[in-house]
């Protein structure tokens, strides 16, 4: 009995050393692919690289607008961080950046942006830091960061459109300059709203 079962291993073994890999996924090592820039006489106009369909949106659109699509322009001193918020800044933008804040900044560096969350409360080795740390960064370099990631952050431009980030970024500037604030430098009209709101 133990002849027949290291006979059968033995087989085994060889069997398994003979194997063509090849045989079992054709497509293994010969995926049939076009290269970008190369001719092909699969289509009639002899280009590899196709258009779009029609209607197709793009995930992440480089406009020639660089300073909205990356948050950074270029200068005769080199490329730099734009220093302000480059699409329109109103009421609209802001109630659409305290969404998008809350839903996904927020529950790692806490409703105020000042790192106080619960989910930074359970990363002891490198919590979410305070965004007050960085209200004298420019609105490019903090663009730059929700839309690339940084550290232990994740990118989120596949979350986020571009016009998202930027009313993420303008959102973020309001709670560093709330943080940074006094009430006498809020206008006299708005003062006795905020503070009823302070103590609701």
């Known amino acids: 009995m133990i002849r027949f079962i290291l006979l059968g291993a033995a087989g085994l073994g060889l069997l398994g050393a003979c194997i063509n890999e090849d045989l079992l996924n054709p497509m293994a090592d010969k995926q049939p692919k076009f290269a970008p820039y190369k001719a092909t006489t699969q289509y009639k106009d002899g280009l590899t690289m196709r258009k779009p369909p029609e209607g197709t949106v793009p995930r992440q659109r480089l406009t020639l607008k660089p300073d909205v699509t990356t948050g950074r322009v270029k200068t005769a001193q080199g490329e730099r961080y734009v220093t302000a918020v480059p699409v329109t800044v109103d009421d609209t933008l802001m109630k659409l950046g305290q969404k998008r804040y809350n839903i996904t900044c927020g529950t790692c560096h806490g409703p105020l942006g000042d790192g106080d969350s619960p989910v930074a409360h359970q990363m002891a080795l490198k919590p979410p830091p305070s965004l007050h740390d960085f209200a004298?960064?420019?609105?490019?370099?903090?663009?730059?960061?929700?839309?690339?990631?940084?550290?232990?952050?994740?990118?989120?431009?596949?979350?986020?459109?571009?016009?998202?980030?930027?009313?993420?970024?303008?959102?973020v500037r309001a709670l560093q300059l709330a943080n940074l604030g006094s009430m006498d430098e809020v206008p006299n009209d708005k003062r006795a709203s905020l503070s009823q709101e302070a103590h609701q």
């Open 136 to 171: 004298d960064r420019p609105p490019g370099y903090i663009f730059e960061v929700a839309s690339e990631g940084h550290g232990l952050m994740a990118a989120y431009k596949a979350e986020l459109s571009v016009r998202e980030r930027w009313a993420v970024v303008a959102y």
